[in-house]
């Protein structure tokens, strides 16, 4: 990056430039840095476009095989387009975070398998996940995925790591996985993803065990607007 910037003002100086000259020149600067993170037909010019010159934001979710022991056979993640926005599928790098199954009466902390550095793909909606660093028997519990917050997009749970993380959100010791979470949870039933009443349940079995200020505020005021807004007036009442 610092190189691409020096030839830009090297090139540029005194002059009224354009988008395009700018990114030129980073493109430069990355292909003879040798970076092949991206893919080796990475084009920057061409990320640079589906990011600025459009709108919108991508939604993430797990496309897993699990068998009936409940070992993960396959994962891919579905990046899907949101419903606002001139969208498009960008390419992007996030980590996966693989939690194992638990005893339900166990309350040590939970430690992620973390996947890093997956390349979503821009042009295909299903990116296959390699699994081959997971070891053979590892029982699947729930998938976080975009694990650590690096890329821009929604996520989205399957069911069964909606069941998980209702019943052991709470024996994550990483407060910003616990908020994201909370935060996604949330979304889910902004989207008509959730019922509220799963909402609920998830709320009355992790809140009693929250210990940062900011989740419980928020927390409690979406609850407020659930309960107003979403909850059956048979239930509510």
């Known amino acids: 990056m610092s190189r691409g910037l020096h030839s830009y003002f090297a090139k540029h100086a005194w002059y009224n430039t354009t988008l395009l000259a700018f990114v030129s020149c980073l493109a430069e600067a990355y292909e003879a840095s040798g970076d092949v993170s991206l893919g080796p037909s990475f084009d920057l010019t061409a990320w640079c476009d589906t990011w600025l010159m459009s709108s919108?934001?991508?939604?993430?979710?797990?496309?897993a095989d699990i068998d009936?022991?409940?070992v993960l056979r396959s994962l891919?993640?579905?990046q899907g387009l949101g419903l606002r926005g001139k969208n498009r599928l960008r390419l992007q790098r996030l980590d996966i975070g693989l939690y194992g199954a638990v005893n339900s009466d166990e309350s040590s902390p939970v430690v992620p398998f973390v996947i890093k550095d997956v390349v979503v793909s821009a042009t295909d909606e299903l990116t296959v996940v390699d699994?081959?660093?997971?070891p053979a028997d590892y029982r699947f519990?729930?998938?976080a995925i975009n694990n650590g917050e690096h890329a821009y997009g929604k996520v989205r749970f399957d069911e069964k790591?909606?069941?998980?993380l209702t019943q052991n959100l709470h024996r994550?010791?990483?407060?910003?996985t616990r908020a994201t979470v909370w935060r996604y949870f949330w979304m889910l039933v902004m989207d008509r993803k959730m019922t509220s009443l799963k909402y609920v349940e998830f709320v009355q079995n992790q809140l009693p065990y929250e210990t940062v200020d900011q989740i419980i505020q928020v927390a409690l005021m979406n609850l407020r607007v659930l309960i107003a807004s979403y909850i059956?007036?048979?239930l509510a009442a």
């Open 232 to 234: 059956p007036t048979e």
């Open 56 to 63: 919108g934001v991508n939604i993430f979710e797990p496309v």
């Open 161 to 164: 790591s909606i069941d998980w």
């Open 76 to 78: 891919s993640v579905r």
């Open 131 to 134: 699994l081959s660093s997971l």
């Open 172 to 176: 994550l010791e990483d407060p910003l």
């Open 141 to 143: 519990g729930a998938i």
């Open 68 to 70: 009936e022991n409940g």
